[in-house]
C-alpha cells in the first residue's frame, strides 16, 4: 500500500473516531468544530479571527492502546486535518513527565522512539505539525523552574491527579489506598511542567482530556499571574483554553466502572496497537458484559455491553443506539465478533506502519531532531522575554 493511500484512509478513520464519539460535557460552538471549556461565545467568536496555537502531549510509557488511539490520537490527526493554514499544531513526546513515577532506563529510552513511531503511525505528518520529544527543549524545564517560584503550595495541595497516577501506578482500586509518603516532589510539582509545556509556545489551545482539566485551570492562573506579575509593553501569555474534542470514553474490557489502562495488570483488559487479530479477537471475546438478553445501549445499567457498542461507534461512524437497534434479537456473542472486525479494521494499518516505522532509526531520529529545532525556535522568543521580565539578563 503506498504512503498516500494509507496517510487518506488514516485521515478518514479519523474522522469517523472522532465525529462518532461524543464529548462529556455540553459543547459550545467553537473554531473549527472544538469544544473549549474556558472560553464564553463571545471570546469564541473574537478568536476565529486569530491563528491558534495548539499544543498537546503524550507520555512514552507502555505501547499506545485504543482508548489512547480513539481518546486522543486519532483527534490530534483531526485538528491537524481540520487547521487552518496559518495554525501551529504542535505535539510532544512528554518524557520529563514519565520521570515523575520509576521507570526502566532502557525500557523508557526504547519508549521514546517507538511513540514518536507511533504519532507518525496514525498519521500526523512532521511536514505539518511539530513533533518533538519534550527532553530535547531544555525551555521547557526553564520555564517550569521560574513558574514553580511564582506558584503557591496551595494551588498544588488541591491538585488531585497525583493521587490517582499513584493508584494506577500501585494497581490500587482507589486514590484512597495512596498517601503523601508515595508522593515525590517532581509528581506533585508536575503540573507546573505542563503549564510550562504549553506557556512556552504561548499556546491557547490545549486538547487534553477531563482528568486533565484541573491542571489547564492551574495554567490559565499562572499564565495570569505572570502577565500580572511581570508586567511588559503587551501581555505575554495567553490563556490557554482546554478543547474538549468530540470523543469517546473507552472502558476496561474487563472493567467497565474504569478506563483502559495501560498500568492494569490485566492485559486483556485493554487492546494494544501492536495486537495481532487473534489477539484482538480473544480479548473482545472476552469482555465484561451481562446476562441480560439483547442488546441495548444503557451506559448506566449495561456497562459492558455499552462499552461495546461506544467502541464499535467509534470504529464505523454511527451511533451506538443504532448499532444496539440491529443487535435487539441478537447475544453478545455476535456483537463481540463483530466489533473485533471493526477494530482490527481500524488498527491494522497504523500497526503494520508502525512495526515498519519503528526499524527505521535513522528517520525517526531525523524526524525528532527537526521538530526539536522548530520547537526551540518557538520557544526561544518566549523564554528571552521571560528572562528580561524577571531580570535575568
Known amino acids: 500500500m503506498s504512503s498516500g493511500v494509507l496517510h487518506r484512509q488514516l485521515q478518514r478513520r479519523a474522522t469517523l473516531a472522532s465525529s462518532s464519539c461524543r464529548a462529556f460535557r455540553n459543547k459550545t460552538s467553537s473554531p473549527r468544530g472544538l469544544c473549549s471549556s474556558a472560553v464564553s461565545r463571545d471570546q469564541t467568536t473574537a478568536s476565529r479571527a486569530r491563528p491558534r496555537v495548539v499544543f498537546s502531549g503524550i507520555q512514552p510509557t507502555g505501547t499506545p492502546h485504543l482508548g489512547n488511539l480513539l481518546g486522543a490520537l486519532?483527534?490530534?490527526?483531526?485538528?491537524?486535518?481540520?487547521?487552518?493554514?496559518?495554525?501551529?499544531?504542535?505535539?510532544?513526546?512528554?518524557?520529563?513527565?514519565?520521570?515523575?513515577?520509576?521507570?526502566?532506563?532502557?525500557?523508557?529510552?526504547?519508549?521514546?522512539?517507538?511513540?514518536?513511531?507511533?504519532?507518525?503511525?496514525?498519521?500526523?505528518?512532521?511536514?505539518?505539525?511539530i513533533i518533538f520529544h519534550?527532553?530535547?527543549?531544555?525551555?521547557?524545564?526553564?520555564?517550569a523552574w521560574i513558574l514553580n517560584c511564582i506558584t503557591p503550595m496551595g494551588k498544588l495541595k488541591r491538585m488531585t491527579t497525583w493521587k490517582s497516577r499513584l493508584a494506577a501506578s500501585r494497581n490500587a482500586r482507589d486514590d484512597s489506598e495512596?498517601?503523601?509518603?508515595?508522593?515525590?516532589?517532581g509528581l506533585f510539582t508536575y503540573p507546573v511542567l505542563q503549564a510550562a509545556d504549553i506557556l512556552a509556545y504561548r499556546a491557547n489551545?490545549?486538547?487534553?482530556?477531563?482528568?486533565?482539566?484541573?491542571?489547564?485551570?492551574?495554567?490559565?492562573?499562572?499564565?495570569?499571574?505572570?502577565?500580572?506579575?511581570?508586567?511588559?509593553?503587551?501581555?505575554?501569555?495567553?490563556?490557554?483554553?482546554?478543547?474538549?474534542t468530540t470523543t469517546c470514553r473507552v472502558l476496561s474490557l474487563k472493567d467497565p466502572s474504569s478506563k483502559m489502562s495501560k498500568s492494569s495488570p490485566d492485559l486483556n483488559?485493554?487492546?494494544?496497537?501492536?495486537?495481532?487479530?487473534?489477539?484482538?479477537?480473544?480479548?473482545?471475546?472476552?469482555?465484561?458484559?451481562d446476562s441480560?438478553?439483547?442488546?441495548?445501549?444503557?451506559?448506566?445499567?449495561?456497562?459492558?455491553?455499552?462499552?461495546?457498542?461506544?467502541?464499535?461507534?467509534?470504529?464505523?461512524?454511527?451511533?451506538?443506539?443504532?448499532?444496539?437497534?440491529?443487535?435487539?434479537?441478537?447475544?453478545?456473542?455476535?456483537?463481540?465478533?463483530?466489533?473485533?472486525d471493526a477494530?482490527?479494521?481500524?488498527?491494522?494499518?497504523?500497526?503494520?506502519?508502525?512495526?515498519?516505522?519503528?526499524?527505521?532509526?535513522e528517520y525517526l531520529a531525523s524526524v525528532a531532531k527537526d521538530g526539536a529545532e522548530k520547537a526551540r525556535q518557538l520557544s526561544e522568543v518566549t523564554i528571552r522575554e521571560v528572562r528580561a521580565r524577571v531580570g535575568l539578563v
Open 74 to 129: 486519532l483527534n490530534w490527526v483531526k485538528l491537524q486535518r481540520d487547521a487552518a493554514p496559518e495554525d501551529q499544531l504542535i505535539y510532544s513526546i512528554v518524557g520529563w513527565h514519565a520521570l515523575t513515577l520509576p521507570q526502566n532506563p532502557k525500557a523508557l529510552s526504547a519508549a521514546r522512539s517507538d511513540m514518536l513511531a507511533v504519532l507518525l503511525a496514525v498519521g500526523l505528518d512532521p511536514k505539518r505539525s
Open 134 to 143: 519534550q527532553d530535547d527543549n531544555l525551555h521547557h524545564t526553564e520555564l
Open 178 to 185: 495512596v498517601d503523601e509518603s508515595l508522593l515525590n516532589a
Open 205 to 244: 489551545h490545549v486538547p487534553v482530556g477531563e482528568d486533565q482539566q484541573q491542571h489547564i485551570e492551574l495554567c490559565r492562573d499562572l499564565a495570569d499571574s505572570f502577565n500580572r506579575t511581570f508586567k511588559g509593553k503587551r501581555t505575554l501569555f495567553p490563556l490557554p483554553q482546554h478543547v474538549i
Open 269 to 289: 483488559s485493554r487492546i494494544l496497537l501492536t495486537d495481532s487479530p487473534a489477539q484482538v479477537r480473544s480479548k473482545i471475546r472476552g469482555a465484561i458484559t
Open 292 to 340: 441480560t438478553l439483547g442488546i441495548t445501549y444503557d451506559p448506566v445499567a449495561r456497562p459492558g455491553a455499552a462499552n461495546l457498542l461506544s467502541i464499535f461507534s467509534a470504529c464505523t461512524g454511527e451511533e451506538p443506539e443504532t448499532i444496539a437497534a440491529r443487535y435487539a434479537n441478537k447475544g453478545h456473542g455476535d456483537l463481540k465478533a463483530d466489533v473485533a
Open 343 to 361: 477494530v482490527e479494521e481500524l488498527i491494522k494499518g497504523p500497526r503494520a506502519e508502525f512495526e515498519r516505522l519503528r526499524g527505521e532509526r
